[in-house]
């Protein structure tokens, strides 16, 4: 099977999303108490200058590698991917002696994007389903969102739940390391306060994404095409450097995303007109 159908999460956290990775919300820093939080996560992980301790400098690069190693991504399975749990069960016991659907043998001999550049998100499995079932990081929602794969305006509330779920995992996972480790128990407090921040910013960026509001979902989008257009312009005045990116690679990544945010729009406006007419269906007429 292709990439993206063995059930394998990735060993290694995936890198940051440079491309259209929101940047930290305005006045973050300023919010109560988290300046201080911040300034004291510093201390841990900030490169030690050349008069401290060189065992304490050793230890802090132990501590930095034994986070990045841990993985967001390990997560029980939800109900709503058990229909592609048993289909890639039965693959594995039956092979191609199975009887498929046309649909299900396209999925299970391609990768997930292509499973959905050809049925979309509204076939027989769902863009949540697939997402689960693959175990995808939230960056890659956002990634086929500007590369054109997802078009489906419920990617984004799905990117802000994996994004949520996956920074709390991944707390979780990493403060049990240091917990069971007598050598780290000392760093447990500065770890904890390198989780609270973590999971603070990932909160002011997807909590509003949850609150079923599609004008901050369109707001959101716009925000995105906007950081691929910075993107594309510091790629052109050499101000980055990204051998695997182009400025027209951004400049289309943008375009993704303002269409996304007018499909937000346009879904909204749907919803409202629909609501309108089960309203006046409903509703009992005055006698004359």
């Known amino acids: 099977m292709e990439e993206g159908n063995n059930y ?14 929101p940047k930290n919300p305005p006045d973050s820093e300023t919010l109560p108490n988290v300046a201080e939080r911040l300034q004291a996560y510093q201390r841990l992980v900030n490169p030690l200058d050349a008069k401290t301790d060189q065992d304490t400098h050793e230890r802090l690069e132990e501590l930095k590698a034994r986070e990045q190693q841990a993985d967001p991504n390990e997560q029980p399975t939800p109900a709503t991917s058990l229909r592609l749990v048993a289909l890639h069960a039965r693959y594995e016991g039956e092979g191609e002696r199975g009887a498929y659907t046309e649909e299900e043998d396209f999925y299970l001999h391609n990768s997930w994007k292509d499973y959905i550049r050809k049925y979309g998100t509204e076939g027989s499995f769902g863009l949540e389903e697939i997402a689960r079932a693959n175990n995808l990081y939230a960056g890659e929602i956002k990634k086929a969102i500007a590369d054109g794969t997802i078009t489906d305006p419920n990617a984004i509330k799905l990117y802000a739940q994996l994004r949520l779920e996956q920074v709390k995992a991944y707390n979780e996972k990493i403060l049990a390391k240091f917990q069971s480790d007598p050598d780290l128990v000392p760093e447990v407090e500065n770890l904890r306060i390198n989780n609270e921040i973590a999971l603070h910013i990932a909160e002011e960026e997807c909590l509003p994404l949850l609150s079923g509001d ?7 989008c716009a925000q995105q095409a906007t950081y691929a257009v910075d993107r594309a ?12 990116l182009t400025p027209e690679q951004c400049y289309a990544a943008a375009s993704r995303w303002y269409e996304m945010a007018s499909r937000v729009i346009a879904k909204k406006a749907k919803d409202k007109r629909q609501t309108d007419t089960d309203t006046n269906n409903t509703t009992p007429r005055e006698e004359k």
């Open 233 to 244: 312009q510091n790629l052109e005045a050499g101000i980055t450097q990204d051998n695997n």
């Open 214 to 220: 599609e004008t901050v979902v369109a707001r959101y």
């Open 8 to 21: 394998q999460p990735p060993e290694q956290p995936q890198e940051a999303d440079t491309i259209i990775a």
